[in-house]
């Protein structure tokens, strides 16, 4: 499985970006999904995941409310939505699969794929 992460870039505080990732080499629907992040200096960590077919979704706290995964399982792409973006979500986001369960993951050695990464900055 190849998955390929885009939409980064700088954006405003207050703003909003959407990220993409296009799995390839399986159906995405066999896929739990899941997106992380990295800051500068911090461990990664989990932002959002979501289960391979009904949906279900997890979110970490900070981004709650703020965030919002979906899928597009006949186009084998996972977005996040990202709106109200402050400097805290400044990091390089991670898309992530895994094939090994069917109910949403928050742990990053759940995950079996991992993409390349997209930089988000948002500027204050």
């Known amino acids: 499985v190849q998955l390929q992460a885009s939409g980064g870039g700088l954006v405003q505080a207050g703003g909003s970006l959407r990220l993409s990732c296009t799995a390839s080499?399986?159906?995405?629907?066999?896929?739990?999904m899941g997106w992380f992040r990295q800051a500068p200096g911090k461990e990664r960590e989990f932002v959002a995941g979501?289960?391979?077919?009904?949906?279900?979704?997890s979110y970490a706290d900070s981004v709650k409310g703020r965030f919002a995964i979906s899928r597009d399982n006949p186009l084998n792409t996972v977005y996040l939505q990202m709106n109200s973006l402050n400097s805290e979500d400044t990091a390089v986001y991670y898309c992530?699969?895994?094939?090994?369960?069917?109910?949403?993951?928050?742990?990053?050695?759940?995950?079996?794929?991992w993409g390349q990464g997209t930089q988000v900055t948002v500027s204050s």
């Open positions: 992530a699969a895994t094939g090994r369960f069917s109910t949403v993951r928050v742990q990053g050695y759940e995950y079996d794929y």
């Open positions: 080499g399986r159906t995405l629907s066999t896929l739990g």
């Open positions: 979501i289960d391979r077919r009904a949906g279900i979704t």
